[in-house]
């Protein structure tokens, strides 16, 4: 029998701050890293009054007239940030039914010629006019420093789950660290065409962990279990959903497991749902599939009792081994968003798309 879920457990980090019990938060951690891939987690060191800051702000970047989002549309962008309409992505086929900006964590443009194209993916944002949604600039840049230290602490805990060297998954951050992470902020409006409900097909994601804060309070999020059935991660306020992607999964030999997971949209008639997901990044330079973790034989062991479960619907990303961190990350954004590729990538433009611009990308 494989171990299956049914539900996605919930953490409180605050265990972890204690000495007494940080061993039985490790512990938990161990279980939903091996056998979910998802928790929640409670008790950040994240502000709550900056959480509810950028929760505050979500409506109101979309709520801006369509020439002051077109102004920063990500097109403008060879760091693929910037804003995406609604119905611009394609996953498994299907229109994903969202509307989005993504954005970065403060970073210069470094490319020089002679470096590998990837290193054009990291620089500077496109903010949204301040006039327009003052201090929100200044409130997403404060939350998402925030949520980066969360993120590099949670490495630690990590390596504790797995009993690894203190350390051992910075090298994949490189040294001396130089990274960028990308976040968005997304909304799922109701469907107005029923036929479809996808507001993001099913995927992994890409990068080592999520951290992602549901900004309202509508049922959409739904993780893929071992049997293929799939469970509601329904919004529990003041948590993260925390899940593992593809470079994380690679990088432990899957014993942390990156899980399928997709948006359901509102029911017709209801209000948009929000949300806002941090993806924590790894050095581009860095082939996963390189460097091999010291892992015990009775760790690596556990991950036996998960059993192989089904396929998930989910096939993206499946490249981490093979190629440097970066090229496998600007495969994944040429491919969802061709329009910004044919202007700042042309040749993986004409690899990816050799019959021209299509009207959508496909994000897997
Ligand atoms: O909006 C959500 O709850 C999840 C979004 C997501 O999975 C993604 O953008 O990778
Ligand atoms: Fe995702």
């Known amino acids: 029998m494989a171990a299956n879920f049914s539900s996605v457990p919930i953490l409180d980090y605050s265990l972890s701050r204690n000495p007494d019990t940080r061993p039985e938060f490790v512990r938990q951690l161990r279980h939903a890293l091996i056998y979910v891939g998802f928790l929640y987690l409670s008790n950040t060191t994240v502000a709550r009054e900056d959480i509810d800051a950028v929760i505050d702000y ?3 970047v979309f709520d801006i007239p369509d020439e002051a989002k077109l102004k920063v549309r990500m097109a403008n962008s060879p760091h693929f940030f910037g804003y995406s309409k609604l119905g611009a992505e394609l996953t498994k086929g299907q229109t994903d039914q969202r509307e989005q900006y993504d954005f970065g964590t403060p970073y210069e443009y470094q490319y020089h010629p002679g470096q590998p194209e990837y290193a054009k993916l990291w620089g500077p944002s496109q903010w949204p006019d301040e006039a327009l949604v003052p201090g929100f600039k200044e409130t997403f840049l404060r939350y998402l420093a925030q949520v980066e230290q969360l993120s590099f602490d949670f490495s ?18 490189g040294s ?3 990274l960028q ?8 409006p109701p469907p107005v065409d029923t036929s479809s409900d996808q507001g993001v097909g099913p995927h992994f994601d890409g990068g080592f962990l999520t951290f992602l804060l549901q900004a309202s309070p509508h049922r959409g999020l739904q ?42 949209s509102p029911e017709p008639g209801s209000t948009p749902r929000y949300s806002i997901p941090f993806f924590q990044n790894i050095a581009q330079e860095v082939c996963v599939g390189d460097w091999e973790l010291p892992f015990s034989p009775e760790i690596l062991k556990l991950k036996e009792a998960r059993g192989k479960g089904g396929v998930p619907d989910s096939i993206n990303y499946a490249e981490y081994g093979l190629l440097p961190s970066g090229q496998v990350t600007l495969i994944g954004r040429v491919k969802s968003h061709p329009d910004v590729a ?9 690899r990816f798309f050799p019959r021209g611009l299509p009207a959508q990308g496909f994000a897997y």
């Open 58 to 60: 979500c409506p109101r």
């Open 156 to 173: 630690r805990l990590i390596e504790e789950a797995f009993e690894l060297p203190p350390r051992a998954l910075d090298r994949f951050f």
């Open 176 to 178: 001396p660290r130089n």
């Open 181 to 188: 992470h990308r976040a968005k902020v997304v909304k799922y």
């Open 223 to 264: 993780v893929q279990n071992l049997s293929g059935e799939w469970i509601d991660v329904l919004p529990i306020p003041g948590t993260f959903v925390v899940n593992i992607g593809k470079a994380l999964e690679t990088a432990t030999e899957d014993l942390a497991k990156a899980t399928s997971h997709r948006v359901i």
């Open 342 to 350: 044919e202007r700042h990538y042309p040749d993986l433009f004409k």
